[in-house]
């Protein structure tokens, strides 16, 4: 039998942020139907990560529904499974930056009808690690690559430039037309942060894209059969 997928992500107060996420680990399901998909969460929601993990045993592959390397998946999760020794979990990396994310976002801007040309600003909720800022930067990258024109990262906590900041600044360059681009899992707090930046016209969160689901799978293989390292084993032992 193939270990469950415990799917963890951060958490919403915002009902609809918390359906976003139920429907896009539906659709998980759908595309695999053979696998058990289980979902926690660390912050502000429940089932906890905590309580989740009290009702497992055994192998399990934990794939956080997270777009960068900060603290929730470098302290918390790993302290809930050191807290958990009933459960050997393989930790997946986190889902940014990647290409699959890159297609996703570029289709939430052309449902948004933006402009089709002009600089994007890509509206992250920040971080006050360094390593998930560089994560953003990097999917920055790849999103400029995805649509051929300028994207530009920027942090509506935790980092420089904000999401307004980024948009004045490419304003004062000249560009008419700025579009944002919520990269951000569910709508929520931060989403309605991100549609309200001036002057611009924002696109909807990711989401319960099929690029989404289909890259969470994607991690869940890459722990299984640990290709290229980002996973690691956590038993529960210190």
Known sequence: MRPPLLAVAHGTRDPDGTAATEELLGRVWELRPDLAVVLAYVDVVRPALADVLATLHGDVVLVPLLLGTGFHL?????????AAPHVRARI??????????????????????VPADG??????????????RADTAAMADLLADRLGR?????????????????VAALHAQGHREVAVSSYLMTPGFFARK????TGTVASAPLGAHDAVARLVLDRYEAACADRGGPAEERTGET
């Open 74 to 82: 470098r302290i918390d999760i790993p302290e809930a499974l050191a």
């Open 92 to 113: 997946a990396a986190a889902l940014g930056p990647h290409p699959l994310l890159a297609s996703a976002l570029a289709d939430r801007l052309r449902e948004a009808a």
């Open 119 to 132: 600089p994007v600003v890509l509206a992250s909720a920040g971080s006050s690690d360094p390593r998930s």
């Open 150 to 166: 300028p994207a530009v990262a920027s942090y509506l906590c935790g980092g420089t430039p904000t999401p307004a900041d980024a």
């Open 194 to 197: 991100a549609a309200a930046t």
